[in-house]
């Protein structure tokens, strides 16, 4: 039995004051999500009970029970106490996923300070600009990355601590403070900072269309939503263990990577390493993973190996499979029961939004290719994009809106608040995504508003016609970009991979461009394909069209720092 039992029944008079009893969680009350992910679970007895499996690229593993955690993440808040770090200010992590990394997350919002993870791959330049935003006061880094932060601590007034967790003081120089880990004493005691609901904790940074990136504030009451998204759309269980894909520079790494999973007292399995696809089912079959949070484009690069490869490895621990952050080809769904005996459900949110708020559960029907419905305690619906109200039409397409006042919504942009203010309309949260909703109450994604093609005053979707690319026998990863055009405004540009075996040639450009045709309308029809090697991906691997579309309108790139091929 899953945790959420019937959608509909849990939709009937929901109220987020659910998750505030099972936490409980007193309104007006303290809240600290460091307390909540640690200390409380050793009050309900589970301090013996794992809650991080930790492995590295080379294979060494190391495992924290609860208590564990609980007393390092002690260890790590009375350190940075004593430099001085005071509650409210800034300090980053800036390291891969080490285990300091998640143990620090914990710490760093026991004190009462407001943590700001950032991707340890960022150079210096995407690094200076987030750290000078948010006027941080501290960074814990790892030896590797520590040039980054010479190179531009200068640059930095706010910026009074560099801590390092793997190299001795003797290799330091000024300004810089050694902190190791296994060394460090388990404190038993400390006094967690007595946070209340508003109280800032996270601070992610994420990527407008325009602009620098923002960063987006997030408050202690946001467990409330993560909690009871993981229990209820992961469904985890007291004898799950759970592994999450991402990186806790973005925020499904840590909604979901940190909060969700140990919130609920699960046993969370990390993987400090790229992607491999042999390396992930070795993973998965050597730790017993039974709940798999991943992505589209992770899904899509195991889909080209094929099922063979799945096959070598014992997989059967695996019981429930959630992806987000881009859209979730129906074709992968389907490719996932054959390959896993499971489909994929998707999940839609947003650094912005905290937490899931549209998608599939478990026991509900998945409609291949639909982000599901929206979270029992999240309004949300499509608008006109000129009238800013309610499509009220089945399928017909608008912008993505959700009505505020969810727990983890965020609070503002840091130091922003006109960004923030132009996020409204009409009373609603403008996600900047467009979708349609069939009869049965289902999200069907089209785009990033930004990113929809009008081809004669037609709208057409570039996921349609990517999922579609998919389906052709030698398509690896499409993108699906609007093409200036005398006539129509805009045309469809396709750019294309091609898998293992297959060669560019103007006949297979045609076969593909009547496969299209054929397959979705002469609208949607690319007008031109270009073949290419790779296709520009975010760190967080998402494929940025706007990379090829400024191509294609001759339009400067602006800020690909968070490229992956950089
Ligand atoms: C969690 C996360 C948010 C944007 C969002 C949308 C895209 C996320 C999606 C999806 C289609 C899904 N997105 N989930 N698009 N289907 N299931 O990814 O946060 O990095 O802020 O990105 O990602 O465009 O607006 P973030």
Not at 381 to 407: D, K, S
Request: glycine share 10%; charged share 20%; net charge negative.
């Amino acid at each position: 039995m899953s945790n959420i039992g019937s959608y509909e029944e849990r939709l009937q008079g929901f109220d987020w004051s659910i998750a505030e009893q099972e936490l409980g969680y007193t309104p007006g009350g303290r809240i600290n999500i460091g307390w909540y992910c640690s200390d409380r679970i050793c009050d309900l007895g589970l301090g013996q009970k794992h809650a991080l499996l930790w492995e590295d690229a080379q294979g060494v593993a190391k495992k924290f029970t609860y208590d564990d955690l609980r007393c390092y993440s002690n260890s790590i808040a009375a350190f940075l106490q004593g430099l001085g770090i005071q509650p409210g200010e800034r300090v980053c992590l800036f390291m891969d996923r080490v285990p300091e990394l998640y143990i620090g997350f914990v710490a760093i919002l026991k004190m009462g300070a407001v943590v700001q993870p950032l991707f340890s791959a960022f150079g210096d330049e995407s690094l200076w600009t987030r750290l000078e935003n948010a006027q941080t006061t501290a960074i814990v880094t790892q030896k590797k990355h520590l040039p980054k932060v010479r190179k531009i601590k200068d640059k930095l007034p706010y910026l009074k601590h560099i801590i390092v967790v793997d190299a001795p003081q003797t290799t330091l120089r000024e300004g810089e403070t050694s902190f190791n880990l296994d060394e460090a004493p388990k404190v038993d005691v400390f006094e967690v900072y007595p946070s209340t609901a508003e109280t800032p904790s996270v601070l992610h940074y994420t990527s407008g269309t325009t602009g620098q990136p923002k960063g987006a504030q997030h408050v202690h009451y946001s467990i409330i939503s993560q909690y009871l998204t993981a229990k209820w759309v992961l469904d985890l269980q007291a004898d799950d263990i759970y592994w999450c894909n991402a990186d806790p520079g973005w925020v499904t790494g840590t909604s979901y990577g940190i909060i969700g999973p140990w919130a609920n007292g699960v046993t969370q399995a990390v993987l400090d390493s790229g992607f491999g696809t042999e390396r992930w089912y070795a993973f998965i079959q050597k730790y017993r993973i039974t709940v798999w949070y991943s992505a589209p484009t992770a899904i899509r690069l195991l889909m080209r190996e094929g099922t063979e490869v799945a096959r070598k490895y014992d997989l059967s621990s695996l019981r429930h499979l959630a992806s987000v952050g881009e859209p979730l080809n129906a074709e992968a769904v389907i490719w996932s029961q054959e390959a896993y005996g499971l489909q994929f459900h998707d999940t839609f949110w947003q650094t912005e939004t905290g937490c899931m708020v549209i998608t599939n559960y478990p026991g509900m029907p998945i409609k291949p290719g639909s982000m599901g419905k929206p979270f029992p305690g999240i309004t949300a619906t499509v608008l006109n994009p000129r009238t800013f109200e309610p499509v009220n039409q089945v399928g017909m397409v608008g912008l993505i809106a959700l009505r505020p006042g969810w727990p983890s919504m965020i609070r503002g942009y840091w130091n922003n608040p006109t960004g923030y203010a132009n996020k409204f309309a009409n009373g609603w949260y403008l996600c900047g995504d467009r979708a349609s909703i069939d009869r049965d109450g289902y999200y069907w994604f089209v785009g990033r508003d930004d990113d929809v093609i009008n081809t004669g005053g037609h709208l057409v979707g570039p996921f349609e016609i990517e999922s579609a690319l998919l389906e052709h026998p030698a398509v690896a990863e499409s993108a699906a970009v609007a093409k200036p055009d005398p006539v129509n405004m805009e045309v469809v540009k396709a750019f294309i991979t091609l898998k293992p075996g297959f060669e560019p040639s103007d006949d297979l450009e045609l076969e593909i461009m009547n496969f299209i045709r054929k397959r979705l309308s002469p609208l949607a029809m690319p007008q031109e394909i270009e073949f290419s090697p790779g296709l520009p991906k975010t760190r967080s691997g998402k494929i940025m069209r706007r990379v090829l579309r400024a191509r294609e309108f001759g339009e400067p790139v602006g800020d690909i720092s968070t490229l992956m091929d950089e």
